[in-house]
C-alpha cells in the first residue's frame, strides 16, 4: 500500500506539471478535448494487415490513433482503444526532443493521441511510426500488474471498468451481450413485432408472482413499486390492437442474489394476436437458432468443458410428465406414480421430498419436476403442459382444464424462457386473481388488478405470449456460470476496501 500511495503522489506530482504548461500555453487544461483520431486498431490491420513491409514503406500513409498506454518500454509502445491493440514506435529520425522528453513522463495507464505512419516489423507486426503525441488523460491510479491481472471477484465487479481494461476476455462477454439483444431486435422487426416500452414503475404490482422493490411517490402520495414483469401492461396494448408486440425491459425482484439470480435483470417479452403457444414453440426455436448464429458465426458452442450443445438441431419437446418418466429413471417413475395426489405424495416419499407442505396436485407435481428434471435438460428442452396451480395467467386446454397451454425452455439444465397461450377469458382470469389472494401469506404484495380485468372485458383477440432471459441466455453463450460475468454491474453487498 506504501508503494502504491507513493507512486500515485508522484503521478498527481506530474499532473501538476502537466497543468501548469497547460496555463502557460493558454489552454488553461491539462485534459484537452480537440484531437480527434482518424482510425481504430482492427481497421488498420484489416487495411495493411495483408500488405508486405515495403508496400507500406512506399505508401507513407499517415493516420492518428487514440487509445490507453499498457506497454512501454524505451521507444516502444503499445496502446488499447476498444478495437484492439496497436504499436508505436518513437524515433529521433521522425519525432522532436522535446516529445522524446515528455514520454519519459508518460505511465502505463495514461491516455495518448498519436500522430504517425504506418509500418511493418520484420515479425510481420503492423505499427506507427510517430511523428507527433500528445497525452489527453494523465492516468494518477496504477492498473493491475498485467502478468496476475485482476484475480478477486470482488474487485472485478465491483470495479468493472478495471476489469474492461485489463482483461480482454470480459470485453468479449460483453461484445456478445450487445449483439444478444440488437439481433433479438432484427429478428422480432422482420416478422413485423413492433418495439414499445411499457412503465417501470407500478401502481401495484402484477405479471409474475415475485416480492417487489417498493418506493413512494411525493406528488400523489402513494406506494409505488419496481416493475417485477411488464406482462399485464404489454397485454392490455393487445386488446388495444397493437398485434406483435415486443419489449426488451429491466425488470426488479426483491429477492435472493445467486449465479442465476440479480434483482435487476434483463428480459424480453413479446406478445403475438392470433397465435398460440405451439405457434410459440416454434417462433422461439427459430430465434433462438437465428440469434445464437448471428452473435457466434455458428450454431455449434460448448457449455462447460465438455457439453457439446447445436443448436441447427431440433429442439426436444416433452410434456412436464413424460420428462419426469424419461428423467426419473433411478427412481423408477411410471405414469401411475403420477396419476393423483396420493400417489404422487407416495412417489415424494420413495424418493424424499419432503411432501408437507404440499396439498396441492399441481404444486407438488412441479416441485417434484424441479428437483429431479430441470438440472438435466442440458440439450434445448421445451416442457410443455403445466398445472394450472403454478400458470395464473395461461390458457387452459379446452379437454383437461387442470393442465394448461404453457411451456418453459430449458437449456444447460436451467430455465431460458415461459410462454403459454393467453387467459383472455376476464371471468376465469378474475377467479384466479381472487384465489391468489386467498391464498397469499401475510407477508405476500398480491394485488386484484382491476384495470387488467376491465380491459379484458373489451375482448383480447386469442393471443399467445412469451418472456425470455436475456441475460441467462448471455450466460450460456458467453459459456459463464454466474449471472454477474454478463453483467456490466451486479448488484453487491456493501463493502468498504
Known amino acids: 500500500m506504501i508503494i502504491k500511495n507513493y507512486l500515485i503522489k508522484e503521478r498527481v506530482n506530474k499532473l501538476k506539471v502537466l497543468m501548469e504548461k497547460a496555463k502557460k500555453n493558454g489552454t488553461r487544461s491539462a ?26 514503406v512506399k505508401l507513407k500513409y499517415t493516420t492518428s490513433v487514440a487509445g490507453r498506454i499498457m506497454r512501454k518500454r524505451g521507444p516502444f509502445i503499445v496502446i488499447q482503444d476498444a478495437s ?30 498519436v500522430i504517425g505512419v504506418i509500418n511493418k516489423s520484420k515479425t510481420g507486426e503492423l505499427y506507427l511510426i510517430v511523428k507527433e503525441a500528445f497525452i489527453l488523460v ?17 474487485i472485478r465487479y465491483r470495479r468493472r471498468y478495471l476489469d474492461l481494461i485489463m482483461n480482454k476476455e470480459v470485453r468479449k462477454i460483453f461484445k456478445i451481450r450487445t449483439c444478444v ?27 409474475a408472482l415475485a416480492k417487489p422493490f ?51 435483470f434483463t428480459m424480453l417479452e413479446f406478445y403475438w394476436a392470433f397465435a398460440n403457444y405451439k405457434d410459440l414453440m416454434e417462433i422461439t426455436e427459430n430465434m433462438i437458432r437465428f440469434v445464437v448464429n448471428e452473435t457466434l458465426g455458428t450454431t455449434k ?31 423408477s417413475i411410471i405414469n401411475s406414480d403420477l396419476e393423483n395426489l396420493e400417489n404422487l405424495r407416495f412417489l415424494s416419499k420413495r424418493i424424499g421430498i419432503i411432501v408437507d407442505n404440499y396439498n396441492n396436485y399441481g404444486l407438488l407435481l412441479n416441485k417434484i419436476f424441479e428437483l429431479i428434471v430441470e438440472r438435466k435438460l442440458i440439450k434445448p428442452t421445451f416442457i410443455t403442459e403445466y398445472p394450472i396451480e403454478v400458470s ?37 382470469q378474475s377467479k384466479r386473481f381472487k384465489l391468489q389472494m386467498n391464498k397469499k401469506d ?44 454478463v453483467l456490466f454491474f451486479p448488484l453487491m453487498r456493501s463493502r468498504i476496501f
Open 138 to 154: 494523465k492516468n494518477i491510479r496504477p492498473l493491475p500488474n498485467k502478468f496476475h491481472g485482476i484475480k478477486d471477484p470482488e
Open 214 to 264: 417498493v418506493t413512494y411517490n411525493n406528488s400523489l402520495n402513494i406506494k409505488m413499486y419496481l416493475r417485477i414483469a411488464p406482462e399485464l401492461y404489454l397485454k392490455r396494448l393487445v386488446v388495444g390492437g397493437l398485434e406483435r408486440i415486443f419489449e426488451i425491459n429491466k425488470n426488479f425482484r426483491n429477492e435472493g442474489l445467486s449465479t442465476w439470480h440479480n434483482p435487476e
Open 392 to 428: 395464473p395467467l395461461a390458457r387452459c386446454k379446452d379437454k383437461n382444464p387442470k393442465i394448461t397451454e404453457r411451456f418453459e425452455l430449458f437449456i444447460g439444465g436451467r430455465e431460458i424462457a415461459n410462454g403459454f397461450s393467453e387467459l383472455n377469458d376476464y371471468v376465469e
Open 84 to 113: 484492439g491493440h496497436i504499436q508505436l514506435y518513437i524515433t529521433k529520425k521522425i519525432s522532436s526532443n522535446e516529445l522524446h522528453k515528455t514520454i519519459k513522463d508518460w505511465d502505463i495507464g495514461d491516455i495518448i493521441g
Open 181 to 207: 439483444i440488437s439481433s433479438v431486435r432484427k429478428f422480432l422487426k422482420e416478422l413485423d413485432f413492433m418495439e414499445v416500452e411499457t412503465p417501470i414503475l407500478h401502481s401495484i404490482p402484477g405479471g
Open 31 to 56: 485534459f484537452p478535448n480537440d484531437f480527434r483520431r482518424a482510425s481504430i486498431s482492427s481497421n488498420l490491420k484489416k487495411q495493411f494487415g495483408k500488405k508486405k513491409k515495403e508496400e507500406l
Open 301 to 331: 458452442i460448448k457449455i462447460g468443458k465438455k457439453i457439446n450443445i447445436d443448436f441447427s438441431e431440433p429442439f426436444e419437446i416433452l410434456s412436464m410428465r413424460e420428462s419426469l418418466i424419461k428423467h426419473g429413471k433411478n427412481f
Open 442 to 485: 401475510i407477508n405476500d404484495l398480491i394485488y386484484y388488478d382491476n384495470e387488467y380485468i376491465r380491459a379484458l372485458e373489451y375482448g383480447m383477440p386469442p393471443s399467445a405470449g412469451q418472456g425470455i432471459g436475456i441475460d441467462r441466455l448471455i450466460m450460456i453463450l458467453a459459456n459463464k456460470d454466474s449471472i454477474r460475468d
